[in-house]
């Protein structure tokens, strides 16, 4: 390699890492924004026989269905979340029987609601003394939902273009570099709406079930059970189950045998009847690595990373896929 191409790739590497620096506290943000813009592609074309301005209308679309309602939906939780510890710090909420019933059973004291109490006057303490981290927070919170929109909106009117233009690197086979599209593409939709919407559709279902038992405090937990039902094998069962057998401990036999019911026989059969219409079994992920993509999506990118850390298993299983098949190709 002579010195021209050594510094053009020095270069190049250099201006690459300021770039993802710059970038990267705004990174789910962006995969976010190029995940709708990839959804909401169909509904682009559809638009765009009638009129040339889809991905402007789109972004209002997004707004208005998604951004607006996510907010009174955040504005909501962290309302019945203030309830909830107001509650129990007051004795509203009453965990004696639970903790006289748990040492029944394991033989040793719990204290369920002092420990609780005492989580709650930590987390409480914690939040009144880190004001400026919470300003700081919600300021890069709005940054990131404007470079959200504007990112789906680009890729919305360019993405065909940018597509296009990443064929000419040349970096593999062009047939290769389909397939991988196509597989990318599968896989990602396969994780939206095999996973993603089952677990909000599973989450809202169950939230009926608390409000028909007669819970408050229902958009917090309905939220809760949306962001578990992501989790497979367990999902929205670790908040219904557990509120059930706390309805029963205290007396509420019926209600609390009404919910735990209602979860095992609908809650339960939401995900068995949605998922076989939504799921592409060739391009679904293995439970393991949509756990592994929701926890460690949430670590890296806060709370988007719910969405973004299963589609980018999704996009890696892709790419493995395309190199374990045509191995020899890329000699």
């Not at 273009?161 to 970096?171: C, I, Q």
């Amino acid at each position: 390699m002579n010195r021209k191409k050594a510094f053009l790739f020095l270069a190049m590497g250099l201006v690459g890492v300021l770039c993802f620096m710059m970038i990267s506290p705004f990174l789910g943000y962006l995969l976010t924004g190029g995940i709708l813009a990839f959804m909401l592609h169909p509904l682009k074309n559809w638009i765009d026989q009638y009129s040339n301005r889809s991905s402007a209308l789109l972004m209002v679309f997004t707004v208005l269905m998604a951004v607006l309602p996510l907010l009174l939906v955040a504005g909501a939780v962290a309302n019945d979340a203030s309830d909830i510890v107001r509650s129990i710090e007051s004795g509203n909420i009453s965990l004696d029987v639970v903790d006289r019933k748990l040492t029944e059973l394991i033989g040793q004291e719990v204290h369920l609601e002092e420990r609780l109490e005492s989580s709650m006057k930590t987390i409480g303490s914690t939040v009144l003394s880190s004001t400026s981290q919470i300003a700081d927070m919600a300021s890069n919170f709005l940054i990131g939902l404007s470079l959200l929109l504007f990112t789906q909106y680009y890729l919305l009117k360019e993405g065909r273009g940018l597509v296009e233009w990443s064929k000419k690197l040349d970096l593999m086979p062009t047939g290769l570099q389909e397939e991988l599209y196509s597989k990318t593409a599968r896989t990602t939709r396969t994780v939206i709406k095999g996973h993603v919407i089952t677990a909000a559709v599973s989450g809202l279902v169950a939230g009926i079930g608390l409000f028909l038992a007669g819970f408050s405090n229902i958009v917090f937990w309905t939220f809760l059970m949306m962001v578990f039902g992501l989790i497979p094998l367990v999902g929205t069962a670790l908040i219904w189950v557990p509120a059930g057998l706390y309805m029963v401990l205290n007396g509420q036999v019926y209600a609390g045998g009404f919910l735990l019911g209602y979860g095992a026989a609908v809650v339960s059969s939401v995900d068995n009847f949605l998922r076989p219409f939504l799921v592409d079994e060739s391009a679904d992920l293995h439970p393991l690595f949509i756990i592994l993509g929701v926890i460690g999506g949430i670590g890296v990118f806060g709370p988007i990373g719910v969405f973004v850390g299963p589609v980018l298993f999704g996009v890696a299983k892709s790419l493995l896929t395309i190199y374990i098949e045509h191995y020899d190709e890329f000699q």
